[in-house]
């Protein structure tokens, strides 16, 4: 995609900079994304720099600031659009209704306000090659989406969420009528979002069958595992504890409805006057308060919760571990995800113990990197805990090396990057020959 990086400072910066000083054009690559640096979402800022290396140009459509808390951070003041100049993308953030509760119409009108305030500033895409949507959620792709009609844009979707499952199933929509009118309504939206993509991401294989199974091509889908840091070869594995110290297991992320912490506090609980261990619970969420009443009415002595700490002090809290614990309740849809965490985990050479069947579980018992349980089951949990008590310092020390090991080969920033502008630089290849095939078929019918 080019290789220099030199621009035209003269030029308006709400248009693209397209060429380098030598007059090469550059290829120019959107992302939409309704969250984005500072907030802890590394995927779309991780490509926009990896894009410009390559020697593109990158422009990023995106929100205020205000995961995961929804208020907006200090510094920015949403009124109307802002325009920011960064060394990896010209990033323009557009006004929209902010909400991470537990309120399904909240969510529901945080997700369609960013849709249209994002579409109504679509221009700023206008004249890209490709364009990247990072889906999640997925009415993210509804400014792509009109790109693509109007002007003639191809986009990728990233999807991260599979709908409408991961709505219905949030918890947030309890009647059953609802629900069923809710799914209906969102997977007729979602079919133009999957029919007008030029390609689509997803970031396991059972996310490839569900799409498949609902009629989107195959060969239009393929699976990359997301990423969770820019560099696993600076990171030393964690250190496995030494043998009369108190095993420490550690749950790092949002506690929402949905992550199944009052799991880790019952299986704790139980086993708090048979195991030494202690469980440090890092993170806020909705269900946080009754995750803390859950553990003080339970006893559960070897439980702590530690709150949200910014992201640069979590190596430490790698380093301290001696596993990590990945949780999610018992539904369908997580059987096709790969939470996050696991990555940081794997990254930073942490086995970890999961209650998340499906692609997950199998990655675990493959490669031998953690422990698997069954999810919502407190005492599938403690016998979890008991298998990786009853390990030998080395056997931990050995999973640890072959967790880093599995990030580097399948999981690292520098594998799914290449995999994803790989798959951009194609459709902007296809889209190039296109436009100018085009503009010659409409130069000979204007001539005759």
């Known amino acids: 995609m080019g290789a220099s990086q030199c621009q035209n400072s003269r030029e308006d910066p709400l248009i693209a900079k397209r060429r380098t000083c030598s007059g090469e ?18 995927i779309p ?23 995961p808390t929804g208020e907006i951070y200090p510094g920015f003041k949403p009124l109307g659009s802002s325009f920011e100049s960064r060394e990896e993308a010209d990033v323009l953030r557009v006004k929209s209704f902010l909400s991470h509760d537990r309120s399904a119409v909240k969510r529901i009108c945080s997700f369609l306000s960013f849709a249209l305030s994002s579409t109504r500033r679509s221009g700023f895409l206008r004249s890209c090659d490709v364009v990247y949507v990072y889906g999640t959620p997925m009415t993210a792709a509804v400014a792509a989406l009109l790109l693509k009609v109007t002007r003639r844009v191809p986009y990728v979707i990233h999807i991260q969420d599979l709908w ?15 629900r069923r009118l809710l799914q209906s309504a969102i997977g007729s939206g979602l079919k133009p979002l999957y029919d007008h993509a030029s390609h689509i991401v997803v970031i396991s294989p059972g996310m490839k069958r569900a799409l498949v199974d609902r009629g989107v091509p195959a060969h239009k889908v ?75 009415q339970l006893g559960a002595n070897n439980v702590t919760f530690m709150g949200r700490i910014d992201a640069k002090a979590m190596p430490e809290v790698y380093q301290s571990s001696d596993f990590q614990l990945v949780t999610l309740k018992n539904r369908d849809v997580f059987r096709m995800t790969i939470p996050s965490k696991f990555q940081a985990s794997m990254a930073h050479g942490v086995p970890v113990i999961t209650t998340v069947g499906g692609d997950l579980a199998k990655i675990c018992r493959q490669y031998e990197v953690g422990f698997v349980a069954e999810p919502e089951d407190p005492s599938s949990l403690a016998q979890a805990f008991r298998a990786a008590v009853a390990q030998r310092p080395a056997e931990r020390h050995s999973m640890s090396r072959r967790a880093q090991q599995l990030y580097r080969d399948e999981l690292s920033a520098r594998s799914g990057t290449d995999q994803i502008i790989a798959r951009l630089s194609t459709v902007a290849d296809e889209n190039k020959k296109t ?3 085009s503009r010659k078929f409409e130069e000979r019918a204007n001539a005759s």
Do not use: C
């Open 25 to 42: 054009e550059r290829v120019l690559v959107g992302i939409v994304s309704q969250w984005y640096d500072p907030e802890p979402v590394l």
């Open 45 to 67: 800022k991780t490509l926009a720099e990896a894009l410009v290396h390559t020697g593109s140009k990158v422009n990023v459509l995106t929100g205020y600031p205000s995961y």
């Open 164 to 178: 409408p499952e991961s709505v219905v199933d949030s918890g947030m929509v309890r009647p059953e009528i609802l």
């Open 222 to 296: 393929s699976v990359t595992y997301n990423w969770h840091v820019s560099d696993a070869d600076s990171i030393p594995p964690a250190a496995a504890g030494a043998t009369d110290e108190p095993l420490h297991f550690v749950y790092a992320g949002n506690i929402g409805a949905m992550q199944d912490v009052e799991t880790i506090v019952r299986a704790a609980a139980s086993v708090q006057n048979e195991l030494k261990i202690r469980v440090s619970i890092y993170g806020s969420g909705v269900a946080q308060g009754e995750v803390q009443s859950l553990a003080r």
């Open 435 to 437: 436009r100018t095939l």
